[in-house]
């Protein structure tokens, strides 16, 4: 198993650009996460999805950002354009979700770290 | 809404010693709670979880943590700490979501290992 698929691991951008991030989630977990860590607010819940339905989207930061899952495999997060306060490193995560209360386990992928000059 | 506290910023212990980071969570459900390992530049790995039942939990490489409802806590703890074992541990509790559920995870612990 090759667990999450994060891409690019780094990216540096200069602020007014276009940001995409993109994730290969664990193959038959349905469901998908992305967090974003950063040393004053910690590892925040930006939005997730759920069968490739985005369920909770309130972590969004503000209309610059955009997350899409357009089947199983893959999803995006797209900031447009960048600023600088958007440095940070964002991770994608997935699970299994059987309906069952918590019993799937979130797996992280490797994270990508975001610099904009 | 449910929050974590990781009343330790950086820890640091020497090699062969105890450790035991403390977590304490604000949830008004039953709470579904983790603990995540992140080595510098690399992802979250889950450590343990604990669902229900035995309030003592096992998880991976030799970590174990307790369940203290009644002092809203779930401290990590390890009999002898490792080299290995330096990294920053997040403390994390799970809230049933409208499809999955979401982790709110605590600002971490930095720990230190002396050898």
């Known amino acids: 198993d090759a667990g999450v698929i994060q891409s690019p691991r780094h990216e540096v951008t200069e602020m007014g650009q276009e940001v995409t991030l993109r994730c290969k989630p664990i193959?038959?977990?349905?469901?998908l996460f992305w967090y974003r860590q950063t040393m004053m607010r910690g590892l925040e819940l930006l939005i997730y999805?759920?069968?490739?339905?985005?369920?909770?989207d309130s972590g969004m930061p503000e209309d610059r950002f955009s997350a899409k899952m357009p089947n199983a495999s893959f999803s995006t997060l797209k900031i447009q354009p960048s600023e600088p306060r958007d440095s940070a490193v964002y991770f994608c995560?997935?699970?299994?979700?059987?309906?069952?209360?918590?019993?799937?386990?979130?797996?992280f992928g490797p994270g990508t770290r975001l610099l904009v000059l | 809404a449910q929050s974590v506290t990781q009343p330790d910023i950086h820890i640091t212990v020497s090699e062969g010693a105890s450790l035991e980071l403390r977590c304490n969570y604000s949830?008004?459900?039953?709470?579904?709670l983790f603990w995540y390992v992140q080595s510098p530049g690399q992802g979250l790995q889950l450590l343990l979880k604990?669902?229900?039942?035995?309030?003592l939990v096992q998880g991976i490489k030799g970590f174990e943590a307790e369940f203290k409802r009644s002092q809203s806590s779930f401290n990590l703890r390890k009999p002898s700490v490792h080299w290995s074992d330096a990294a920053e541990y997040f403390c994390?509790?799970?809230?049933?979501?409208?499809?999955?559920?979401?982790?709110?995870f605590g600002k971490g612990t930095k720990l230190s290992v002396i050898p």
């Open positions: 604990y669902f229900s039942g035995d309030t």
């Open positions: 995560a997935s699970s299994l979700d059987r309906g069952r209360d918590f019993s799937e386990t979130q797996y």
């Open positions: 949830y008004g459900a039953t709470p579904y």
């Open positions: 193959s038959g977990h349905n469901s």
């Open positions: 999805f759920n069968n490739n339905v985005p369920i909770d």
């Open positions: 994390a509790v799970g809230a049933k979501g409208a499809g999955s559920y979401q982790l709110t």
